[in-house]
């Protein structure tokens, strides 16, 4: 077996292992249930911002040091922060247990950036097309398994809101001794890029990977073009990442019939299907990006923004689940489209850091969002469906936005055009 296929299966094996956390998709209800005790407020306004206040200051620390560290210690401390907040999900008992919880699954997200980045320096680049592929299809596969493990567990009564957290845990212990399997990085992108790398002082490594990190930086956003798709990027993710974190407590609002079932296992496991369509039909469609960005960036934020705003009103929690499943496509859809635009018109070396750059801008803006909208210590601590309102508004705004770059372009492509004449 060719060896880039050998990690390849690898790093698939570990992604759809590390996404098989069927606990997730009714999370909160298990958090304001029995079990924990707690209010809807307390959830939503001093646990889940937690998560991202970590998240973010972790994430600027991983960001700079996965490259130092060769990526694979930082996989294996992906599955080992996993193990530890399922079992504090399991066995903690206060508020306090749920707030440092949420630390550690702030880790468990924050390298997840090392994960996605340790195939270009693992990998050679004639195969990362593939690579990325395999892994993308195999993350998708394990979040559309864990969406239907829990709903037909739920379902069925077999187990409880609780009990799907065993699942979960179990997966992380096997998550973690899978990925010591993965083959040690000696060369990545910056600090180790040669081997006559390893005889430099630590100044001149050091002087060395941040002077090529500046070099790509500048090349890749001094292209406007690759601006004007990052910025999308990080405004989309940041908008879609806020309503994946608060979709549930709104559903608990819309949902008041105590004698039926919630289904937001069934509505995750359809997203993960219908964003994995979308991503794939993106080899499908001949289309010039180039002229026709704005138009489908500014056209999809309105979709998305109208979605939410509805979601946001409707009473009834079938309306709510669609509108959240087609927002969740268009989000999977243009993402697609957008790294595929960036990656396009940058240096295959700078992928990662482009990557890395637009998850931490979007990562800085959930913050921002959250300290305003959604913490009640600092903010104004909107109830669900105000907060769903206002992420709407924030699409819209994001629409907004790319009109206006889409005008300002076309002013000046014609006023080239003139003065060519």
């Known amino acids: ?16 292992l590390k996404e098989i956390r069927p606990s997730e998709p009714f999370i909160y209800e298990y958090l304001i249930g029995p079990w924990w005790n707690n209010t809807e407020e307390q959830v939503t306004q001093q646990v889940y911002p937690v998560g991202t206040y970590a998240q973010l200051a972790q994430l600027a620390i991983v960001f700079l040091i996965t490259d130092l560290c060769r990526y694979k210690p930082l996989i294996v401390l992906m599955g080992l922060s996993g193990i ?30 090392a994960y996605y980045t340790y195939i270009y320096a693992k990998v050679p680049k004639e195969y990362y097309s593939q690579v990325t592929g395999h892994t993308r299809a195999a993350i998708l596969a394990g979040r559309c398994l864990s969406g ?33 399997s993965l083959p040690s990085v000696k060369m990545s992108i910056y600090f180790h890029r040669t081997p006559e790398k390893e005889l430099l002082t630590a100044r001149e490594k050091y002087q060395s990977a941040f002077s090529l990190m500046k070099t790509h930086f500048v090349e890749s956003f001094s292209n406007r073009y690759v601006a004007k798709w990052s910025i999308w990027w990080a405004l989309a993710t940041c908008g879609f990442a806020l309503v994946q974190s608060y979709m549930q407590p709104l559903w608990t609002v819309i949902h008041t019939d105590p004698n039926s079932v919630l289904h937001n296992g069934s509505v995750e496991a359809v997203l993960t299907l219908i964003g994995c369509f979308g ?29 939410l705003i509805i979601s946001s009103q409707t009473n009834y929690i079938l309306v709510s689940y669609v509108c959240y499943v087609v927002f969740g496509g268009l989000y999977h859809f243009m993402i697609t489209i957008a790294s595929s635009e960036v990656a396009k ?16 801008i979007a990562l800085v803006l959930q913050t921002i969002i959250t300290v305003c909208l959604i913490s009640g210590d600092i903010g104004v601590a909107l109830p669900p469906r105000p907060l769903h309102l ?21 002013l000046k492509s014609h006023a080239d055009i003139n003065k060519t004449y």
């Open 84 to 113: 530890t907040a399922w079992g504090m999900l399991l066995w903690g008992k206060t508020l306090f247990h749920l707030q440092v919880l949420e630390v550690i699954y702030g880790t468990f997200m924050a390298t997840e950036v």
């Open 279 to 307: 991503a794939l039909s993106i080899s499908f469609i001949k289309a010039d990006w180039s002229q026709r960005g704005e138009l489908v960036l500014s056209l999809c934020s309105i979709l998305a923004g109208a979605l």
């Open 1 to 16: 077996m060719k060896e880039w296929l050998k990690i390849s299966i690898l790093l698939c094996v570990f992604g759809f």
């Open 390 to 410: 206002a992420f709407g508004i924030y699409h819209m705004g994001i629409a907004v936005i790319f009109i206006i770059i889409g005008i300002i372009d076309w």
């Open 345 to 360: 018109h940058i240096l295959e070396d700078s992928y990662g850091l482009v990557f890395g750059l637009n998850t931490l």
């Open 148 to 180: 239907v493990l829990a709903q037909l567990l739920v379902t069925l009564s077999w187990m409880d809101y609780r009990e799907l957290n065993y699942i979960t845990f179990s997966v992380m212990i096997a998550a973690s001794v899978w990925s010591i």
